[in-house]
């Protein structure tokens, strides 16, 4: 009966798209194509690339890693299954600022303006200074990371917005890297960067101080984007119910993630790891 019943339903339907029954039993039996076959390895790679970006890579990122390994693919390919497997990069929100600025007179002059071209491991460090909302309330996450290969070489995460955060950041980073005298520390004009043990460090080891104009983002655009990056990847996807979670999950994201898995475009798609590592620096 039920058999009856089957080829009875496969006779109405190969009707209603008038088309014979030979023909409906030839497509069944008929093997996918070269091209679905493609788009099916296609799609477990993007599945793949997208999941070990943590959501975070869009389909130029995910096209770069696939030729990388091997593919022959354009970017509208990719961002057609992309689209078609409903994965997209995780959506920026905008975020305040943390900092007041200091007044003209106390300023360091901008050494940078805007050229954020290096040659090699730390001649230039950026710094910064956001917040990370907790159940608990607040956290400020302080970094200092490499411009040469956007390694985040030193954090410190408080729950206020002293200087110390800044000088622990500072030491985390002079603790784990040689420098030499004439590293520029790059900041906006926030007060907690004129703190009098700020600057003790800083003279200390010889490094020049180099401070944004007032109100202007894209004199620390590099910094700006790394937390634009940690915003959207990670923080505004997690809920932290205490700020000890926070404080290891920011960790791990840092240290683990940004620093040795998260592929940068301005880096070739590598890590900051693996960029050091080509060019002989140790990890």
């Not at 030839?26 to 070269?34: E, T």
């Not at 993007?46 to 130029?60: F, L, N, Q, V, W």
């Not at 900092?99 to 002059?109: L, N, V």
């Not at 309330?137 to 956007?150: A, C």
Request: proline share 2%; net charge positive; glycine share 6%.
């Amino acid at each position: 009966m039920q058999e009856h019943r089957r080829l009875h339903n496969i006779g109405r339907m190969c009707w209603l798209l008038n088309v014979s029954r030979s023909g409906f039993y030839a497509w069944c039996a008929r093997q996918p194509s070269a091209r679905s076959a493609g788009n099916e390895d296609l799609i477990r790679s993007i599945k793949r690339i997208y999941d070990e970006g943590r959501g975070e890579y869009g389909s130029p990122t995910i096209c770069a890693v696939l030729r990388q390994e091997g593919h022959w693919v354009n970017h509208k390919r990719i961002e057609r299954l992309m689209r078609q497997i409903g994965l997209r990069a995780k959506v920026h929100r905008r975020f305040k600022r943390t900092t007041k600025p200091c007044k003209d007179a106390e300023a360091a002059a901008n050494l940078l303006q805007q050229d954020f071209t290096t040659d090699g491991p730390n001649r230039v460090w950026l710094s910064d200074i956001t917040y990370i909302d907790t159940d608990e309330g607040w956290l400020y996450l302080t970094t200092v990371e490499d411009m040469w290969s956007r390694r985040m070489v030193g954090h410190a995460l408080a729950d206020h917005l002293r200087a110390e955060s800044v000088v622990e950041a500072l030491q985390m980073a002079l603790g784990r890297r040689a420098v030499a005298p004439g590293l520029i520390f790059h900041s906006d004009r926030g007060k907690q960067y004129i703190d009098g043990n700020v600057r003790e460090i800083l003279t200390a080891f010889g490094m020049r101080q180099s401070m944004s104009s007032t109100g202007n983002c894209y004199d620390n655009a590099i910094a700006e984007s790394f937390f634009a990056t940690l915003k959207k990847g990670h923080v505004f996807s997690e809920r932290f119910q205490t700020r000890e979670e926070a404080r290891r999950r920011i960790f791990e994201y840092l240290e683990v993630f940004y620093n040795r898995v998260r592929r940068h475009s301005s880096l070739g798609y590598k890590s900051p790891v693996a960029f050091e590592q080509s060019h002989q620096i140790p990890a």
